[in-house]
Structures are given as structure tokens and as C-alpha cells.
């Protein structure tokens, strides 16, 4: 009975182990199509947006206009508080992907926040230190202001991993698109059109591209002002190539340059930045691997290596 049990148990687990297995390898298929899906949601709404911003702007003909960027009623209160620096934090949520207008608010909300909840977690944890063992004053403070530091330090520590991990993956799969681009204007298509038929071709394996240019096409299709859709692609990106890509349409529409020959410059400089960017990584991978083997691998090979002569040499001590 005891042997049915254990092999009932072991099936069980290799069960379980087996649907784990399916399990992780079909999520990172459906967490694409996710991304995809909120990608063409981010892209309709924003068209939605436009279209509105369109029509209340020809209502209120002669009125003070607002840019359609800042028309949205919560960011534009937003940043008549705030000024500059709501106006910084608003770009940081854009290019971290936050799209919410009330994101800027919370951000700066839970800057204030997290230090005083910190603060009072170091205090409830000096309190709880026995009487023998409690700490001097100095480093009682010193405890108490690196909780602040790392209270106020802490949001704007995570939004900034957010753009970094979101422009490397624009930087990696916009070279490609490029070339889409490149072979669709020089057939002939307009500018506009282009833009949004790489934003769906791209929507598969780069859902943040495809965000980024489907909001560009529907800006530059409904503000009929392409250097100001331009302009704001390349705030929402921030650094790379998304922002060098903006900069040089920009500039070639204002010195009556070819576009096409633009967008060839632009993809050998992306695609050497690219490879120049594999090989400092290249570079970099002996020396992150020096220590791994020094730590790992070398104890193994030596005990491989001269065990057998220690286990020889004490088998003829024991014997002699």
C-alpha cells in the first residue's frame, strides 16, 4: 500500500511539474498578445482623444486655443500647479509607458509619502531594539534619514528602470522598422500612412514600437501639424533611437531635404550603433565571467584533477 502511495505521489508531482512546463512555455505567447491588444487600445483611444480635441477646438474657434497636447483637462490643471516640474514628471510617466493623466500626482504623492511611512518603520524598529543593544544617537539618525532618502528616492528609482528597460527594447527593434519605413516611402507611400502600417507590421513582436507609432500616426493624420507630432514622439521616447529618428525627420522637413535619404542615414547609424552596442557587451562579458570561474569552476577542477591522486596517496599511507 505504502509503494502505491509513493507512486501515486511521484505522478502527482511529474502531473504537476508537466503543467507547470506548458504553462510557462505558453505565457510569454499570451502576455504578447496582452501587450498587443492594450498596444491597438492605447493607439484607439488616443484617436478618440484627437478626434474629440478636433472638434471642440473648431467649436471653440477664437477662443484661446490649447495645444492639443496639453488639452487633456486633469494634465493641464496638473501642470498649471505644478509647472516645470510637473511638466518634467509628466514626460518621465510618458516615457516610463504611463499613460494616466493622474500618474504625475501619484508619482509626486508617494515621493512625500514613502519617506514618512520609511521613517516611521526605522522608528518602530529602534524601538524594538533591547535596551543593551540599542544604538547611539548618530546612528540612530543616520538609520532614520537613509530611510527618508530611500522613502523619496524610491519612485523615482523604479520609473527610471521603466524607461531604461522600455528604450532598450525600442533601440533593438527600431533599426528594422526603419527599413520598413524606408522601403514603403520609397514606394511611394506618404509619410502618415507608412508610420502606421509598420506600427501594425511591428505590433507582434514589439508591442512598445508599435504604441509609439501608431500615437504618432494618428497625431501627425489628425493635428495636420507633423512637426509638433514629431516633437512630442520624441519627448514620450526619450533618448535613442526613437529620438534621433524624430530629429531627423524634423530637420529634413525644415531644410527641404529628401525624407528617404534621411531614413537611410538614419538606419546604417542605427545599425551601427547597434552592433557597437553588441560588442561593448561582448567586451564586458570576460571580466563579469572571471569571478563565477573563480569561484565555481576551479574548485570543481581541482578537486576533479588531483582527488584521485589524494585518495591514492592515502590509500598507500593507510597500507604502508
Known sequence: ??????????????????????????????????????????????????????????????????????????LFR??????????????KMLQAGIRNPKAPLRFMIARVILPVLFVGLAILFLSKVPEEKKLSDGMATVILLTSALAGFKMPDIL???????????????????????????????????????????????????????????????????????LQDFARRVGSGAGKSFATALIQAEQYGTSISQAMRVMSEELRDMRMAEAERKAAALPPKLTVPMILFFLPSLFIIILGPAGIKAAAAGVGG
Do not use: W
Not at 496638473?78 to 514626460?91: I, Y
Not at 521603466?162 to 527599413?179: G, V
Open 1 to 74: 500500500m505504502m509503494e502505491l502511495d509513493n507512486e501515486m505521489v511521484i505522478t502527482l508531482v511529474a502531473s504537476l511539474g508537466a503543467a507547470a512546463s506548458v504553462v510557462a512555455f505558453a505565457f510569454p505567447f499570451l502576455q504578447k498578445a496582452d501587450k498587443k491588444e492594450k498596444a491597438m487600445s492605447v493607439i484607439e483611444k488616443r484617436r478618440k482623444d484627437l478626434y474629440q480635441q478636433t472638434r471642440e477646438a473648431a467649436r471653440n474657434k477664437g477662443k484661446e486655443s490649447v495645444s492639443a497636447k496639453d488639452s487633456m483637462s486633469s
Open 159 to 229: 520609473v527610471k528602470n521603466m524607461i531604461q528597460k522600455r528604450q532598450q527594447e525600442l533601440n533593438l527593434s527600431f533599426p528594422d522598422s526603419l527599413d520598413m519605413m524606408l522601403i514603403c516611402v520609397q514606394g511611394g507611400i506618404g509619410l502618415e500612412q507608412t508610420i502606421e502600417r509598420v506600427a501594425t507590421e511591428v505590433a507582434e513582436h514589439s508591442p512598445i514600437l508599435a504604441e509609439e507609432l501608431g500615437i504618432l500616426s494618428a497625431e501627425m493624420a489628425m493635428l495636420n501639424d507633423r512637426r509638433r507630432a
Open 78 to 91: 496638473f501642470q498649471q500647479l505644478a509647472g516645470k516640474m510637473g511638466e518634467k514628471v509628466r514626460d
